[in-house]
């Protein structure tokens, strides 16, 4: 309305940077004070400076290389996160935060190590946020014992409120999200089923949020993130699990030299899914991904294995070239 004060609205830039160091998806964590000393962690964040940097994914890269020393190497932009109070503090009156989130993959670079202990940035993995999402080693125990009776009970009973006006209902979200009542586990999900648990308040940001929990269950685990940066890091996980089929961005993530073996751990590792060995290597020959260096490394302990290396031309040839594994109940 006409001559009412507006709040201001700041951009700001959230980057979810991933890497993979053997078999573990990281994700760098930036750790803050919070209200009463206590440590929090969330994703790296910078404002958006118009005056110094043309694009926002200059002005991101900028900050992250200033930060933390590393160099960005596929970086992605992921979604425009703005609702309202997502920044809010008691009391606070500053300026509404705008973020804009992004998805940028790189490699750990041990020279980089005094640049972010210094800027308060550790590697995690990223399962440490989301430990329902690792299959790797079968369903994990958390989903039955814990979330799916949760769930299970909220959809029964959702707490008073007006129902959604589109879209599906609790009981279909729970089944395309956590393939209950006989669905299937779809891995690309991951922001889907992380916000039912918010829906749910079963994950401590809901609680922070306000949120009550109408049947007195504690937040499900998993280390809560600042602010809603947990939301970003699961759309970021969901849209890199999602194109690695149909993109070539696994060796964004890789040495230039590699073994079959290191492609398939870190593929797994970042779809939270067993491949099977045999399997994984004729997909990798159909989709003529890589050629062979000719040369052969014993890191992987054992027989001497063949190193091989992203054969780039395939960029070219075929407008959809990923990893095209299947999907497994």
Known sequence: MAGQSRKPIEIGLNAAIVAVEGDTPLI?????????????LGLPFGPFDPLAHRTLDMGLRAWVEEQTALRLGYVEQLYTFGDRGRHALPGDVGPHVVSVGYLALTRVAPEANAALERAGAEWRNWY???????????????????????????VQSPPP??????????????????????GTWDEERVLERYELLYSAALVTEARRDGRVSVHGVPPVPG??????????????????????????????????????????RTVEAI?????????????????????STGATT??????????????????RERPAPGLRFGVRT
């Open 298 to 315: 014993q890191r992987t302990g054992g027989r001497p294995a063949a190193l091989f290396r992203f054969r780039r031309d395939v960029i």
């Open 271 to 291: 779809s939270g899914r067993h491949l099977h060995k045999q399997n994984f290597r004729r997909l990798v020959e159909a989709s003529a991904l890589v050629e």
């Open 223 to 264: 280390i809560a993130m600042r602010f809603d940066h947990r939301r970003i890091l699961a759309t970021a996980i969901s849209r890199l699990r999602g194109k690695l089929k149909y993109r070539p961005l696994v060796f964004e993530l890789m040495p230039e030299e590699f073994t079959l073996t290191e492609l398939q």
């Open 28 to 40: 760098l964590a930036v750790r803050q004070k919070e209200g009463g000393g206590r440590d929090s």
């Open 128 to 154: 440490e946020f989301f430990p329902w999402e690792d299959w790797r080693d079968g369903r994990p125990a958390i989903l039955d014992d814990v979330i799916i009776p949760a769930l299970r009970r909220f």
């Open 161 to 182: 409120g007006p129902p959604r006006s589109s879209g599906p209902g609790l009981a279909e979200r729970m089944h395309l999200a956590f393939g209950d009542d006989g």
